[in-house]
């Protein structure tokens, strides 16, 4: 079983091209299932790994739409619904031309996560931690209480550090939580910001120095690892991008699944490449449900 803790959030996602300030803007607007934890949760299971996924909702429709939907997925949930906070909500703006997007968040019950809430850690062979759950106190302690349970058993924990914004405040607090990280997986932006380095290759360099297994994330240039003490390079396969909304998420998902079976980290990145190469071409942050 791998153990995910992290957001649940209902994603309103809005398709829109020049906005109009001031004035109406025409877009298309559509309501999806998201947060890094519940994405990453979701492509694992999809992958056919069993998967545990700790975090909390609100106690209201949209966290009781949530926690039907993971459990579509084959998801183990332990996720409360909190009768005092609402549920996360995110506001992605996607630019038409691009596929990139902006994003507005009130992440709600999640700022809620507690040591209390985490269980069952001992029984799983990964550990998956959002690094947005770093930038608040409460779901701080709670991530720090399960990687402690996870070092104590000899298992290894990934960490995203999820967001460039939120790591301008909190840099070094990451820094001090990467003692007993065994996989980090930051884009390149989160790469050049956390090492001061601008060439891919010396970002993954720096990286190493900190932890056992850096794996950097390009978006359309790939992703870069080290195999030994060569650096691999991994390209993805040319598509538009309609939607990049959580596709980082999906190359964490099916990157933890293969390497829980094979524990080959080359393999693990390839099917990572070619599941989030996928995941762009479509609406949405998740793997599509069987009908």
């Known amino acids: 079983m791998i153990t995910v803790i992290g957001d649940l959030v209902s994603d309103i996602i809005v398709h829109r091209d020049v906005m109009n300030y001031g004035t109406d803007t025409d877009a298309s607007i559509r309501l999806h299932c998201g947060g890094q934890g519940n994405n990453v949760a979701a492509w694992i299971a999809h992958e056919g790994v069993e998967c545990q996924l700790i975090g909390r909702v609100g106690d209201d429709p949209f966290g009781f739409h949530l926690l039907a939907h993971a459990r579509k997925y084959g998801i183990r949930c332990e996720v409360k619904a909190d009768p005092l906070h609402p549920t996360g909500k995110i506001i992605v703006m996607i630019d038409n031309d691009t596929g990139e997007r902006s994003m507005i968040v009130d992440r709600g019950a999640n700022l809620e996560l507690g040591s209390e809430d985490i269980v069952n850690v001992e029984q799983s062979k990964l550990l998956y931690l959002s690094g947005y759950s770093l930038f608040a106190d409460k779901p701080r302690q709670a991530?720090?209480?399960?990687?402690?349970?996870?070092?104590?058993?000899?298992?290894?924990?990934?960490?995203?550090?999820?967001?460039?914004?939120?790591?301008?405040?909190?840099?070094?607090?990451?820094?001090?939580?990467?003692?007993?990280?065994?996989?980090?997986?930051?884009?390149?932006?989160?790469?050049?910001?956390?090492?001061?380095?601008?060439?891919?290759?010396?970002?993954?360099?720096?990286?190493?120095?900190?932890?056992?297994?850096?794996?950097?994330?390009?978006?359309?240039?790939?992703?870069?690892?080290?195999?030994?003490?060569?650096?691999?390079?991994?390209?993805?396969?040319?598509?538009?991008?309609?939607?990049?909304?959580?596709?980082?998420?999906?190359?964490?998902?099916?990157?933890?699944?293969?390497?829980?079976?094979?524990?080959?980290?080359?393999?693990?990145?390839?099917?990572?490449?070619?599941?989030?190469?996928?995941?762009?071409?479509?609406?949405?942050?998740?793997?599509?449900?069987?009908?």
């Open 143 to 291: 991530i720090t209480h399960a990687k402690g349970i996870a070092l104590s058993q000899g298992i290894p924990v990934a960490l995203d550090p999820s967001s460039t914004y939120n790591l301008r405040d909190h840099k070094e607090v990451l820094f001090d939580f990467l003692d007993g990280i065994t996989f980090l997986f930051p884009n390149l932006e989160e790469g050049m910001y956390l090492t001061g380095a601008i060439e891919p290759t010396r970002i993954l360099m720096k990286l190493a120095e900190l932890v056992p297994h850096p794996i950097l994330k390009m978006g359309e240039g790939g992703c870069l690892f080290l195999e030994g003490q060569n650096i691999i390079h991994l390209k993805p396969p040319h598509v538009k991008a309609i939607d990049v909304t959580g596709a980082g998420d999906s190359f964490i998902g099916s990157f933890l699944a293969k390497y829980y079976r094979t524990q080959d980290i080359r393999k693990s990145a390839q099917r990572a490449i070619e599941v989030s190469s996928k995941v762009v071409t479509q609406n949405g942050s998740m793997p599509h449900l069987p009908e």
